[in-house]
């Protein structure tokens, strides 16, 4: 009978904690120099610097940072949580009858866009040997190779048939 009771203490003593633990909080905070800057976070609009969004999950992030008069900043981050974010640390981090905050920052450096129209035929020079050079990467459709035989034909000579 003291190992029933010793049981159902120790189940009650988990449902108690477990009922009345805290939590982890994720969260990343975005700055920038200057401060004003909108952020999107995988596609989804945040706020302007300085900034914080809750995550569920540490991981990779997409970010896209734009401000007028400055070149815009798309890049790729990696947001790592503590060292309880790791098991078996989590599961306690997660039952800690407290919050446990775990923050990521990211800090952006905007550079002022030089809008000259040297500047300007600069960069759409650039873009387009970029979209020449993806396009020429890319194999014929089968619309294309017909349309290049059909060419090919109508630029022959004229042929007689021959007299037998």
């Not at 477990?18 to 800057?37: D, L």
């Not at 909108?38 to 940072?65: A, H, K, M, Q, S």
């Not at 387009?128 to 619309?143: F, L, S, V």
């Amino acid at each position: 009978m003291n190992r029933m009771h010793a049981a159902i203490a120790s189940l009650a003593l988990a449902a108690t904690l477990a009922s009345t633990s805290g939590c982890v909080e994720r969260k990343i905070s975005f700055t920038s120099t200057p401060p004003g800057a909108l952020v999107w976070l995988n596609e989804r609009e945040i706020g302007r610097t300085p900034c914080e969004t809750e995550i569920v999950y540490f991981g990779e992030y997409d970010v896209r940072v734009e401000l007028d008069g400055f070149e815009p900043i798309v890049t790729h981050r990696a947001a790592d949580g503590g060292a309880w974010e790791n098991p078996p640390l989590d599961f306690f981090a997660e039952i800690w009858p407290g919050k446990v905050l775990s923050e990521t920052l990211f800090h952006f450096d905007l550079v002022t866009r030089d809008d000259s129209e040297p500047a300007l035929l600069d960069r759409a020079t650039m873009l387009r040997d970029r979209i020449e050079a993806e396009h020429a990467a890319q194999p014929e459709t089968g619309q294309e190779i017909l349309d290049d035989l059909k060419n090919e034909v109508e630029d022959r000579p004229a042929q007689t048939p021959a007299q037998f």
